[in-house]
Nanobody, 124 residues
Framework: QVQLVESGGGLVQAGGSLRLSCAASAGTFSSYRMGWFRQAPGKEREFVARIGRAGIGTSYADSVKGRFTISRDNTKNTVHLQMNSLNPEDTAVYYC?????????????????WGQGTQVTVSS
């Protein structure tokens, strides 16, 4: 069982930056592949970024590529999402997720554990 707690959301002006963090309770955190997803009002939850167990392999949605960076610190059981050049279309609840599975990792389906989410609001 893994418990995930996100933090770092808030209100920011367009062009600004935020850094989201996700703290995991799992003692075997380094065994999990981690992802960030987001859900805007009235929309499906969508993939944002993912990172491999050792922090080497990363992948991003086209909409955030070049602006967002995912990273992890296995010594502190945390994963981060640095978000730069934010725009109003980035407004959503952002969720951290964990999985032991190895495929289809840009879909919600493989992720077994989810945090409660943190709200990010970007004003124009």
């Amino acid at each position: 069982q893994v418990q995930l707690v996100e933090s770092g959301g808030g209100l920011v002006q367009a062009g600004g930056s935020l850094r989201l963090s996700c703290a995991a309770s799992a003692g075997t955190f380094s065994s999990y592949r981690m992802g960030w997803f987001r859900q805007a009002p009235g929309k499906e939850r969508e993939f944002v970024a993912r990172i491999g167990r050792a922090g080497i392999g990363t992948s991003y949605a086209d909409s955030v590529k070049g602006r967002f960076t995912i990273s992890r610190d296995n010594t502190k059981n945390t994963v981060h999402l640095q978000m730069n050049s934010l725009n109003p279309e980035d407004t959503a609840v952002y969720y951290c997720a964990a999985t032991l599975k190895t495929s289809n990792l840009e879909s919600r389906l493989p992720y077994d554990y989810w945090g409660q989410g943190t709200q990010v609001t970007v004003s124009s």
